[in-house]
């Protein structure tokens, strides 16, 4: 599979013979030397951006219509931060950078394609997951393992849901800890029963409260892959229960 947005790029008229973008994303360093001694030490690491080359070519039914295919791929390679299909369970948001198109000049109904995209999410993403835990009446803390999928960390959205029924569910404030760097997002409000009260965004860094933004207190956390430790602390009085839920998509360095 080779689409990018609605264009296929993998049919019996265009037929991709050549994907680059098993290599790992740029890598941005910030190193600085140590006083009195040797070497340096790494204040800081970020993956900016991924470039992805795409070869091929167009086979037309007739010479007449190769100048109309290649018409329709500019103009679906003309949009901006499209779906880039390159496996079943994964895809990229890319921008094409440069479309090369060369003609045979021995058969009109055959031209060979070059493409390159850039990625300003490095990472490829995969199908939306979704995990899910009750926290029982009268319990104020609880401690879920949660299992992160890809070759990259994730940055979850975590949900509580509030019990169904009308009026206050007597919880003050939520409180969200990612237990082995120990940082936190904590959110204080009135939690009405029965709606999606509260949804802290580690890939947004943003926090929400009955679909208000809201100020909180703490930082984000980003998730490893495999198992990590969930908190949750609830303040005042958990008369009815609540339901957490932590959503991600899967995150692949190729």
């Known amino acids: 599979m080779v689409k990018y947005g609605d264009l296929d790029l993998q049919n019996e008229i265009r037929i991709t013979t050549k994907v680059n973008h098993r290599a790992s994303p740029f890598r941005q360093m910030d190193i ?3 006083s009195r001694r040797q070497g340096s030490k790494i204040l800081g690491s970020e993956f900016t951006n991924k470039t992805i080359g795409i ?3 167009i086979i037309a ?3 007449s219509s190769l100048v109309g295919l290649i018409d329709d791929m500019h103009k679906y390679l003309a949009l901006e931060e499209q779906q880039l299909q390159l496996d079943d369970n994964r895809a990229y948001v890319a921008t094409c950078t440069k479309v090369q198109i060369d003609e045979a000049q021995y058969s009109r109904s055959y031209a060979n394609f070059d493409l390159e995209f850039i990625c300003t999410n490095p990472f490829a993403e995969g199908n939306l ?6 926290i029982p009446a009268s319990t104020t803390s609880i401690t879920r393992p949660v299992t992160i999928s890809g070759t990259i960390y994730a940055e979850p959205v975590v949900t509580l849901r509030t019990a169904s029924g009308a009026g206050n569910s ?6 969200v800890q990612h237990y082995e760097t120990g940082n936190y997002v904590t959110v204080s409000g009135i939690f009405s029963l029965g709606s999606i009260d509260t949804v802290i965004n580690h890939d947004d860094n943003l926090v ?4 208000t933004n809201k100020d909180f207190v703490g930082a984000f956390s980003r998730f490893p892959v495999g198992v990590n430790n969930l ?11 609540a339901t957490m839920y932590l959503t991600y998509n899967p995150r692949y360095l190729a």
């Open 129 to 134: 997951r979704s995990v899910g835990f009750n």
């Open 55 to 57: 070869e091929g070519v």
């Open 231 to 241: 908190v949750v602390t609830l303040g005042g009085v958990n008369t009815y229960g």
């Open 208 to 211: 929400t409260l009955s679909g």
């Open 61 to 63: 039914p007739t010479a």
């Open 170 to 175: 007597g919880i003050t404030s939520v409180k």
């Open 32 to 34: 600085q030397n140590v």
